[in-house]
Nanobody, 113 residues
Framework: QVQLVESGGDLVQPGGSLRLTCAASGFAFSNYAISWYRQAPGQEHELVGTSPSGGDIANYDDSVKGRFTISSDIAMKTVYLQMNSLKPEDTAAYYC??????WGQGTQVTVSS
């Protein structure tokens, strides 16, 4: 069955960096794009971006463009979310998802001094 497992969340100071990992299994990874969402307390899920797939490049929400980068390792069936220049407003639980049908359990990112 499809499994998505996120890791890498942590407490980081403003301006710092983190790399989140989404390990995927149970489907033909190379055929699909994986999206990252985040949810802050009391707020709706927000799309962060979607991995490159099938010749398409990665795309990002305007709030993270230039700071976040999504990449894929097909051999490892893993998608990465590199987050630089982190801001307190980036604090949220981060989830990877396949077509918004399958979701991981999430990993918490807290940006605070």
């Amino acid at each position: 069955q499809v499994q998505l497992v996120e890791s890498g969340g942590d407490l980081v100071q403003p301006g710092g960096s983190l790399r989140l990992t989404c390990a995927a299994s149970g489907f033909a990874f190379s055929n699909y794009a994986i999206s990252w969402y985040r949810q802050a307390p009391g707020q709706e899920h927000e799309l962060v971006g979607t991995s490159p797939s099938g010749g398409d490049i990665a795309n990002y929400d305007d709030s993270v463009k230039g700071r976040f980068t999504i990449s894929s390792d097909i051999a490892m069936k893993t998608v990465y979310l590199q987050m630089n220049s982190l801001k307190p407003e980036d604090t949220a639980a981060y989830y990877c998802t396949l077509h918004c049908h399958y979701w991981g359990q999430g990993t918490q990112v807290t940006v605070s001094s």
